[in-house]
Nanobody
Framework: QVQLVESGGGLVQAGGSLRISCAGS????????MGWFRQAPGKEREFVGA????????YYADSVKGRFTNARDNAKTTVYLQMNGLKPEDTAVYYC????????????????WGQGTQVTVSS
């Protein structure tokens, strides 16, 4: 069992940057692929990006590629999503999630979820 808690959301102007964090407890995150999803009002939950410590792979949705970056701390207890060049269409609740699969891009492939953190980008 792993518990995930996001933090660091907020309001930012278009073109700005924000970093959100996902802290894990219960088990080390190194045995999971850690993913990020987002959900805007009235829309389905959307894959943003994911990183696997085991496989050493990182991948992103086309909509955020080149602007968003996954990172982790050396203790392997916290992962981060660095968001640069933010756009109003990035406004959503952002969720981190943990999966035991290698290349999961669908929400149903993730076993554990955080509570979400709101990111709002003003134009």
């Amino acid at each position: 069992q792993v518990q995930l808690v996001e933090s660091g959301g907020g309001l930012v102007q278009a073109g700005g940057s924000l970093r959100i964090s996902c802290a894990g407890s219960g088990r080390t995150l190194s045995s999971y692929t850690m993913g990020w999803f987002r959900q805007a009002p009235g829309k389905e939950r959307e894959f943003v990006g994911a990183s696997s410590w085991k496989g050493g792979s990182t991948y992103y949705a086309d909509s955020v590629k080149g602007r968003f970056t996954n990172a982790r701390d050396n203790a392997k207890t916290t992962v981060y999503l660095q968001m640069n060049g933010l756009k109003p269409e990035d406004t959503a609740v952002y969720y981190c999630a943990a999966s035991q699969l290698v290349v999961p891009r669908q929400a149903y492939q993730y076993d554990y979820w955080g509570q979400g953190t709101q990111v709002t980008v003003s134009s």
